[in-house]
């Protein structure tokens, strides 16, 4: 297979990318008090001259008292930590690159392995860390419109500091997340209910104010998962149409691109269906919008392993091609491969393949 589709240009509304190739969200913890500085502003830049098409940030948290659970984990809020963030995308356009910030709140969550918690309880749809298990505030509705208001201010931040697109991060357990999940969303008002739909009422409600925030010409990205880290067999939609059902709602209320986080890219979504369509594969089929696939791409371990310790080789990327040439999906997201070489994308292309490093959980040490 060649790697033809990988690297041809791609285009939606204002978003001109040289090739298919996304640097994931990665956490990387190196933004004292929340602010981004000249370090991690030349990380970034330093993927865009690798001739990254898109540059997706680490998550960024939006201004809410309990957002995050880590000091140093960056935010979009404040003056100062804007101003890294203008310094950011000032570096990465100089390197003729394109960046998008992953606008985050984290719900409800676990204290961090530094003993730092935030000033106030963390919150989420119901107080849960995991079903069962009580551990913040279950959110007012004030709480509700305070936060969806809070990501429309940085949606309008992301697009007068010039990113060229923006994510909101829907997966993994977090806040949006959340209040997806039936193991933690036990509302019973409006934000509620015993259906995906009704429970995707914030995403919509979230989705709708981004959207009047930015404009119609600047793309928006939603990041989604199946799993989450409380719980990775967990499945929101087990077949087709109630995967159809869910995101329709989101996607009439203007999310240009689903960014389909699945462990493993090449496994089957529905394998009852009869068909190998990965997740992104899916979501492309039944909304006809952009998607982008991810899940240890260019690597033989996948990263929930590789955060936990488990070291990861380089492996082929021909699954990958033949998926991607016949437009199962649109970008790659790729993670790892790209914290420990910011050249991965050039040697790939030019078939470089003594230059490809494995991955280690000390890469996440050191801002290379």
Request: proline fraction near 5%.
């Amino acid at each position: 297979m060649s790697a033809n589709a990988l690297f041809s240009p791609f285009s939606l509304k204002s978003l001109q990318l040289k090739n298919r190739i996304v640097m994931a969200p990665m956490t990387r913890s190196f933004s004292p008090n929340g602010v981004p500085g000249a370090d991690v502003a030349a990380y970034y830049r330093r993927r865009a001259e690798g001739q990254v098409g898109l540059i997706l940030t680490e998550g960024t948290v939006v201004e809410r008292p309990a957002s995050s659970n880590d000091p140093n984990i960056p935010h979009f809020y404040g003056e100062q930590a804007l101003g890294g963030w203008q310094q950011v995308v000032e570096e990465v356009h100089a390197a003729d690159g394109k960046i998008g910030p992953q606008l985050w709140h984290m719900g409800v969550m676990g204290e961090h392995r530094s003993g730092w918690t935030p000033a106030q309880p963390f919150e989420g749809p119901s107080g849960l860390l995991a079903p069962g298990v009580p551990k913040g505030n279950a959110m007012t509705e004030n709480d509700i419109t305070d936060t969806i208001a809070a990501f429309g201010r940085a949606a309008a931040d992301a697009k007068r500091l010039g990113f060229d697109c923006l994510e909101l991060h829907g997966a993994h357990g977090y806040l949006i997340d959340q209040f997806f999940w039936d193991g933690l969303n036990q509302r019973t008002d409006v934000y509620g209910g015993d259906d995906l739909t009704s429970r995707s009422r914030l995403a919509v409600e979230l989705v709708q104010e981004v959207r009047r925030q930015v404009g119609e010409d600047f793309v928006i990205s939603l990041r989604l998962s199946q799993w989450k880290q409380q719980d990775y067999e967990a499945k929101l939609a087990g077949t087709p149409q109630a995967l159809a059902t869910w995101l329709a709602p989101l996607a009439d209320a203007g999310v240009d691109i689903f960014h389909c986080s699945q462990r493993r890219f090449w496994e089957p979504e529905f394998e009852h269906e009869g068909s190998d369509l990965n997740f992104a594969g899916w979501v492309k089929k039944l909304t006809g919008k952009t998607t982008i696939t991810v899940g240890s791409v260019g690597l033989s371990g996948e990263f929930l392993a590789g955060f936990a310790g488990e070291a990861s080789e380089p492996r082929s990327l021909e699954e990958l091609h033949r998926r991607l040439d016949r437009e199962e999906f649109d970008l790659v997201a790729v993670g790892r491969q790209l914290i420990v070489d910011p050249n991965w994308v050039e040697n790939i292309r030019h078939g470089r393949t003594a230059e490809l490093k494995g991955y280690s959980r000390e890469a996440l040490s050191t801002l290379v």
